[in-house]
């Protein structure tokens, strides 16, 4: 296993995700989550669009923070938008409103 992965399976795994879902699926944030393109999530959450989702993470953190970014940080925003994408997607399926 990389560092990479290794930092990567420390960090999600210490994620509170049902709180992260609860969130999500709040009023606040449900109509957000829910205006998503299904066609989006899918991008995000298929493994083959990694790279792509990588340089778009460098690209948008460079713009927020260029001093700070590192690829690594890119891998890891890009990884977390992936796992997030797969739980909307799981959770429009089982959830209706």
């Known amino acids: 296993m990389t560092d990479f992965t290794s930092d990567i399976n420390k960090y999600t795994d210490s994620l509170p995700w049902v709180d992260l879902i609860d969130v999500f699926k709040s009023e606040k ?3 957000i989550v829910q205006a ?3 066609e989006t999530l899918h991008f ?3 493994p083959d669009n990694r790279d792509f989702m ?3 993470a460098l ?3 460079q713009k927020s923070n260029p001093e700070e970014t590192n690829e690594d940080q890119a ?3 890009a990884d977390l938008m992936s796992v997030m994408a ?4 799981q959770d429009r399926k089982t ?3």
Do not use: H, Q, V, W
Not at 86 to 89: C, K, N, P, S, Y
């Open 29 to 31: 944030y449900f109509d």
């Open 36 to 38: 998503i393109p299904e």
């Open 44 to 46: 995000a959450a298929n």
């Open 54 to 56: 990588i340089k778009s």
């Open 59 to 61: 690209k948008s953190l």
């Open 75 to 77: 891998k890891l925003l």
């Open 86 to 89: 797969r739980m909307f997607l």
């Open 95 to 97: 959830t209706k409103r």
